[in-house]
């Protein structure tokens, strides 16, 4: 705080570059406040109304306390400060009950510092809110430009009426002119820079929840392209095979390989749907304690055909001891097929698909090695990501049916993959009999 009362002529330039300093750190204070505000709390405050306005407002109270305690004071008894711009922005970004709240902690905290200027600081502050809120409805329908006019014309009104109280009471009045003059230009400026820093930012929050939502909508259609294309293909193949089932020229042979197509062509459609809702749906419905080594052993029954057809060994020893873990039987399978069959597919010349289920610490770790092809770190990287397949011809769902279902059952999956080297999966669940006793 300065105080240069008698001081002022035998150091007026000292004294001016202080109440400049003083000034500029007003406005740095009110910057960082906002700052602050929108790079920590702005996301956060979207989800939680209430305190959004409560951090908001203690943020704006914190701005004015420090705009107070580092006023600059040239002349005793008068002091010089930038916290009228924290209650504007307070009104018109916060909405009139931040307003007030603001405006009546200000108001006591500046009572309590004392001075000659408590009483008029009180009105004129008041005489300031009043004139927000007859202009807030206006302030928010019309453009930047006109906000930043509107605020700045604010502005300055108040530091006229406070120009005026201390030029009434300063004796040589012309005496004070460059430092009134460095005060309405700090304020013009602090009130411009602030609005345009606040309005700034909050069009860069709503550009990020515009192109969110862009990307949800493109992501949609081409989901919706994608499933329409994989269930579009087989319902025509079977289509087709259902004409020629009509005709009178096909042998009973014929009939039914006619129909085993046909029916091959419905399940594979049916399994595209199974992927999706799975993947849009991952929540279990009916929590079960399931053997995980019995499951397991159903999974590799149905998978074992597709693994002789591509010369594939499973190697599976099964274990002495017993795995318990909670989850839905029809989903744990439908996640073990999606990875066996990948690891499977990565293996175009045949193969070793090594199984293996054991228990560390309360975590029942299946583990799941295939000798294929393996993926580059790019490749890893974008697993699970939607549409995106290292199949030519496959959609990416069946990954991100097993992220969702690993998800929805309290487990964590970890992938580790070298290119002509293989690909681990080390799939971890809780064990049902640790939960239980916990």
């Excluded at 069009?203 to 990020?208: D, F, G, P, R, T």
């Excluded at 969110?212 to 493109?218: L, P």
């Excluded at 029809?330 to 293996?347: R, T, V």
Aim: aromatic share 10%; net charge neutral.
């Amino acid at each position: 705080m300065i105080k240069l009362g008698s001081q002022l002529q035998k150091k007026g330039g000292t004294a001016l570059k202080l109440f400049i300093v003083h000034l500029f750190l007003n406005v740095l204070f009110i910057i960082v406040i906002i700052l602050l505000y929108h790079l920590f709390w702005v996301r956060q405050g979207k989800n939680h109304p209430k305190w959004n306005a409560f951090v908001f407002i203690l943020l704006c109270i914190a701005a004015t306390f420090m705009c107070l305690t580092f006023a600059a004071e040239p002349f005793d008894g008068f002091r010089f400060d930038l916290r009228h711009i924290v209650l504007i922005i307070s009104t018109l970004a916060g909405g009139p009950i931040a307003g007030g709240i603001v405006w009546a902690v200000t108001n006591i905290y500046r009572g309590i510092l004392g001075g000659d200027g408590v009483l008029p600081s009180l009105l004129l502050s008041s005489l300031l809110y009043i004139l927000l809120l007859l202009t807030y409805q206006t302030f928010l329908k019309v453009n930047l430009v006109k906000k930043i006019a509107l605020a700045i014309l604010v502005s300055v009104i108040f530091t006229l009426g406070w120009i005026l109280f201390f030029a009434a009471h300063a004796g040589h009045p012309d005496s004070y002119i460059k430092y009134i003059t460095v005060y309405e230009l700090c304020n013009v400026f602090g009130t411009m820079v602030t609005l345009y820093l606040i309005e700034v930012l909050n069009s860069q929050v709503k550009l990020q929840e515009e192109l969110i939502n862009a990307e949800k909508f493109q992501l949609i259609g081409e989901m919706a392209a994608s499933i329409s294309h994989e269930i579009r293909n087989p319902l025509t193949s079977t289509r087709g095979f259902l004409q020629l089932l009509q005709s009178d020229i096909c042998s009973e042979d014929e009939r039914k390989v006619y129909l085993d197509i046909a029916l091959n062509g419905i399940d594979q459609a049916n399994h595209v749907l199974t992927d999706y809702l799975t993947f849009a749906k991952p929540s279990i419905d009916k929590v079960q304690v399931l053997d995980i080594e019995k499951e397991l052993f159903s999974t590799i029954s149905l998978i074992t055909p597709l693994a002789n057809f591509s010369n594939v060994i499973i190697q599976y020893d099964k274990s002495d001891d017993l795995f318990f873990i909670h989850g839905e039987r029809q989903k744990l399978h439908q996640c073990l097929l999606n990875i066996l069959k990948n690891c499977i597919e990565a293996m175009p010349k045949g193969g070793v698909l090594a199984i293996s289920v054991s228990q560390k610490h309360e975590v029942i770790e299946l583990l799941i090695e295939d000798t294929g092809i393996g993926m580059n770190v790019e490749q890893l990287n974008r697993l699970g990501s939607p549409f995106y397949s290292t199949k030519e011809k496959g959609t990416g769902l069946g990954m991100m049916v097993v992220f969702s279902v690993m998800k929805a059952m309290n487990g964590t999956i970890r992938i580790t993959s070298k290119l002509n080297d293989g690909t681990k999966f080390a799939l971890c669940f809780p064990d049902a009999a640790n939960t239980k006793k916990a």
